[in-house]
């Protein structure tokens, strides 16, 4: 069995009681240690790489500023290094650019030579494929729309037909689509997530911080719960996804450490937030934000590394609540009401004209109708971050948004 065909990946969603929060200090005061526990190390080695082989390591900044590194495999041992300070994930790609796997931390069941489980042919539902997969399987979802809310296994790659074929659609109703809480290291990837809403019992359900971050839903929710250590609680690493008319896209909450990528984020009311007060830490990157109503990303006290994005058409780019911030590079902003906006911090996270963020049309193909390709010579083209150290498959410098980086030749949006 080809490796492409065993991507791996641990997703699993929480759902809790309503409970609003306390109304927050207007005062934040310093900002704390993000990571208080002491360092620990961790080394993976790959040793079944072939020639040729893209392998594209990208680490959140924990520990300094966060790098993307390509490496051409020559089919020797390719030995990885992290910690809880530095967590990393890793897209393996072939020599036409077509996934081979991912490398979350320790979470290396993508090259393991694991089942793949089909879905209907071979199980009725997702989710009875998804409680008979063991670590290093892969489940396979046919093209179709469901319905289902599924609650992901550790270990397991969830992996649709391609977000243009694979839908999962909650129809309007308070529920959310994939739980990640509990599944470290995990992926998700080809689907087009649609149609969640938020319960009622909020005093302000559309704001995404008003309550505790349990009581929402989303299209995909993440709760750490204890995941305040990668190298036993890898990021889930979540890509290559449509995520439309959801008041929620994505929803990281309490130590929800992630990877989240080369997604398109379209007309909903949230695109992504981090709604916490436990330090998550998480790499937003290639993704582009299209006309969401409200927040594009949302982050409340999570250290989130923002770069490559295109974001446009929001009430709000990048919205802040407390001092918790991460590094925030080579983003593209148009058409927003507002490209940033604080609670309570006056001095502004970022710039526009610095570190290569800037305000300028991303010249996409036809957005109108989904095609959010940036074509040669657009700004975003061969402008990303990490030029001097990684590329694409083709060996040209990072695109930004959904169709650069290291899966710009494999994605399919």
């Known amino acids: 069995m080809a490796l492409a065909s065993r991507v791996a990946a641990l997703l699993i969603l929480a759902l809790g009681a309503c409970t609003e929060q306390e109304a927050p200090d207007p005062d934040p005061g310093p900002e704390p240690d993000p990571d208080p526990q002491p360092t620990r190390r961790i080394e993976v080695t790959l040793d079944n790489l072939e020639p040729g082989w893209r392998v594209t390591t990208s680490r959140l900044g924990g520990a300094g500023t966060p790098t993307d590194t390509t490496i051409i495999a020559d089919g020797a041992p390719l030995t990885l290094v992290g910690t809880n300070l530095d967590p990393f994930s890793t897209t393996i790609t ?7 796997g991912t490398q979350s931390m320790a979470a290396h069941c993508t090259l393991s030579e694991g089942r793949s489980l089909a879905v209907p042919s071979e199980y009725g539902t ?15 979802v046919a093209a179709g729309t469901y319905t289902e809310s599924l609650i992901m296994k550790a270990g397991i790659c969830l992996h649709g037909a391609g977000a243009r074929h694979t839908t999962l659609d909650a129809r309007g109703e308070t529920r959310t689509l994939v739980d990640l809480t509990g599944s470290p290291g995990s992926v998700v990837t080809g689907f087009t997530f649609r149609g969640t809403r938020v319960p009622a019992g909020c005093a302000q359900p559309a704001d995404p911080f008003a309550c505790s971050g349990d009581w929402y839903r989303a299209g995909i929710y993440l709760g750490g719960l204890r995941w305040d250590d990668p190298t036993t609680h890898a990021p889930p690493v979540i890509f290559n996804n449509v995520f439309e008319d959801n008041q929620i896209g994505v929803m990281l909450n309490w130590h929800g450490a992630s990877v989240v990528r080369n997604n398109v984020f379209v007309h909903n009311d949230n695109g992504f937030v981090a709604n916490n007060f436990a330090s998550s830490r998480a790499l937003v990157a290639n993704n582009v934000f299209y006309e969401n109503r409200d927040l594009a990303i949302g982050n409340q006290a999570a250290y989130l590394d ?8 929001s009430a709000e780019g990048i919205h802040f609540e407390f001092i918790q911030t991460g590094f925030i590079r080579c983003n593209t902003f148009w058409d927003n009401a507002a490209h940033q906006a604080d609670t309570f911090i006056a001095p502004p996270r970022f ?3 610095e570190d290569g963020n800037v305000e300028i049309e991303p010249q996409f193909v036809d957005a109108a109708n989904g095609d959010f390709h940036i074509p040669p010579g657009a700004p975003g083209h061969d402008t990303g971050c990490h030029s001097a150290s990684a590329s694409e498959p083709d060996g040209s410098p990072y695109d930004r948004g959904a169709y650069g980086g290291p899966l710009a030749a494999w994605i399919e949006l």
């Open 94 to 100: 072939d020599a036409t650019g077509a996934l081979v």
């Open 126 to 140: 997702i989710q009875a494929a998804i409680d008979a997969a063991q670590p290093g399987d892969t489940v396979r």
């Open 306 to 313: 923002i770069q490559d994005n295109i974001i446009v058409g």
């Open 351 to 353: 710039a526009i004209g």
